[in-house]
């Protein structure tokens, strides 16, 4: 329990600090857009998570801890900024952790509220990638999501292996480490590799 | 109420496949952005409004069939999607019975939890609409209602007289019909005839 | 109660005006679309705000007074466009007004759900400006929220400062003054002196 509530600070704080990131890249907003932008995409994904779900109060709502941990990430990019800049595998190290540990305990989540484990691991996804995808919405942004080679595909095969080997009755922790590793696994084989989904129509018809 | 349960889930579908036609012609996204904006497409409006009640839990939530649903119109859009692309008379017909099933569907449930027969009947309209809207926020564009031909007006309005007949005692399948009817009539009438709703101010006060 | 139930129902008014003209200035859309971006802007940082605390239901839903405040606010914007656009300084300083009821009433709300001071005053900031943000998403621009002189900054000030002295046991009106007064002071101050916060990153460290 203690070790879970670490990391799942200690995510939230990586997802502000990417947040600000990429705040900064776009438009050099002042402190307070890149401060908001960061909180945004921390919370975000969970908070609609918790909001489809109707379950309340709201993590941050209730914990100003996660307040301090996106602050502390917010400030740490600040300082770090170049050096963070400097090193794009690191971050997409740290992104990854970010969204394979916010799918697990999101899925993991919805699945305690009875839901079908399909829905859980779709709420699972929603939770690693939705903040991304308010954040690009506020920057005025095509989201990543629909453009980047495999990621929220990633986090939904995580989710649902892991509600298979839930359902399988796998030891919880032994289920959280390897369903974690599916979606690192398959994010870092997708990046260095250049894969991506393939095309919903792969010839446009009016070429025909 | 049979009956009404397979036309949710046929609306649903419908939903799905326009929103996952009209994903692809943007952006050209692959097989996962494609469903992803189908999915919202099709559960946002109804979500919203679910959301905006407080009333939990949300349909697609709790019933795994109509994530069936959509998948099964993303699916079907893809094997027809030449087809369909050539048929935009049916493709407006379909819109048109969806908008018309949602909006009456969503003033009754908005109804049962005993608000204003006003706020009901925008409860309804944002059934109908609000998924097109979500979709075309995600996809970076503005959203169609604000430019389009009378089409959430048309919801509004079925929304009102539903309300209306309702409040008069008509028997509800007949009212469903009728306010119903209202919706695909306005909106059949303004799509034929280019019938569009006052600008808000005609003249630029800059050009006096 | 009463007095604040008028302000409450002038801020939504006032907040729908500037909607209804932001909303016209960008497309020229029809009545449809301008009533409906001015509602949105009148009751999206409310709504945000009781959707995160699970405060239902929402005020509009239940009280239908605010809609017809709403619809009132975008008639008389209709009626006096060419005057209110002749009046930058006198819509400002509505929207201030605005902004600082909107904060302090969503900041006391926050505190009853019994939430860290510091979370009451973000859901009070909250109130005042995601409507403004709603807009802009829905108009597919970057939220001024991000570009702006100290807006949102001058909302959480004057909600800490509230946390503050009711903590410190002040009588709640004098204290409304107060806190309402130091938002005011802020945005005119730096409107009139074109202060902005610092940006975060103010060298580019590619170009050292």
Chains 1, 2, 3 share one sequence.
């Not at 945004?40 to 100003?64: F, K, N, Q």
């Not at 989710?159 to 994010?187: C, K, P, Q, T």
Request: glycine share 10%.
């Amino acid at each position: 329990m203690t070790i879970q509530y670490v990391f799942e600070l200690l995510g939230t704080s990586l997802f502000a600090i990417s947040g600000a990131l990429i705040a900064n890249e776009e438009s050099k907003p002042d402190w307070f857009g890149v401060t908001f932008i960061g909180f945004v995409t921390a919370i975000g994904g969970g908070s609609l998570r918790d909001m489809l779900l109707g379950s309340y109060p709201l993590v941050w709502v209730s914990d100003v801890t996660f307040l301090y941990a996106i602050l502390a990430g917010i400030f740490l990019s600040s300082i770090f900024y170049s050096l963070l800049l400097r090193l794009p595998k690191t971050l997409l190290l740290f992104d990854t952790l970010g969204i394979a540990l916010f799918t697990i305990l999101g899925t993991e989540k919805a699945l305690g509220f009875g839901i079908h484990p399909v829905v859980a691991s779709m709420m699972g996804m929603f939770s690693a990638v939705m903040g991304g995808v308010i954040r690009d919405v506020l920057t005025n942004r095509v989201p990543v999501l629909f453009q980047k080679e495999v990621y929220a595909t990633a986090c939904l095969a995580g989710g649902l292996l892991f509600v298979w080997l839930e359902h399988l009755g796998l030891n919880r922790d032994y289920n959280f480490i390897l369903s974690g590793s599916l979606i690192v696994a398959i994010r870092i084989i997708a990046v260095n590799y250049g894969l991506s989904l393939p095309k919903f129509i792969r010839e446009q018809p009016s070429k025909k």
